[in-house]
């Protein structure tokens, strides 16, 4: 009987060594990303007891919502009621809102993100017309669990990691 493995058995055990070492290894050392990571607030200065106005366009859809007291009435071709709890919630992802990763910064990238003439681009006014808040939603991210988002005139888009694609498309319906 032969006391040493086959030169076969002994490649796979060290094969299986140096997968094991490297999982080791990365898991210690965490796995570094190629892009830019933001983990501050889109908008941070939001106050959304100010907010009296909501502008949302899409590609061939334009909505606006105004704040009468404590409800939210639309203006402009759809009109009615909306929803206080539905826009309070989307109010609070957009409040809550944290940019992640810088995934481009060219503009002829922009439109393998979604951010083009068929996004979803939503205003948010105060008092007196000010502009609060400025986001054009793209598409999903990579986990189908994440956007693209650019905010206002910054050339920067980024995979932020919530679903933004559904907060406010029930208001355009």
Do not use: H
């Not at 409800?71 to 929803?83: L, V, Y």
């Amino acid at each position: 009987m032969n006391k040493f493995r086959s030169p076969s058995a002994n490649l796979i055990l060290i094969g299986l060594l140096l997968i094991s070492g490297i999982l080791i290894l990365s898991y210690k050392y965490g796995y570094k990303r190629l892009t830019d990571t933001v983990n501050i607030r889109a908008f941070p200065t939001l106050d959304l007891s100010r907010i009296r106005k909501i502008e949302l366009v899409s590609e061939n859809r334009k909505v606006t919502v105004q704040k009468n007291d404590q409800s939210w009435d639309f203006t402009g071709e759809k009109t009615g009621s909306a929803s206080a709890d539905y826009i309070n919630q989307s109010l609070e992802s957009i409040k809550n809102l944290v940019l992640g990763d810088v995934v481009s910064e060219k503009e002829e990238r922009f439109i393998d993100y979604g951010i083009d003439g068929k996004s979803l681009t939503i205003k948010i006014y105060g008092d007196n017309s000010n502009l609060f808040a400025d986001l054009t939603i793209g598409k999903y991210g990579p986990d189908w669990e994440s956007t693209y988002i650019k905010r206002g005139i910054e050339k920067k888009i980024y995979l932020t990691p919530f679903n933004l694609q559904t907060s406010f498309t029930e208001l355009l319906k």
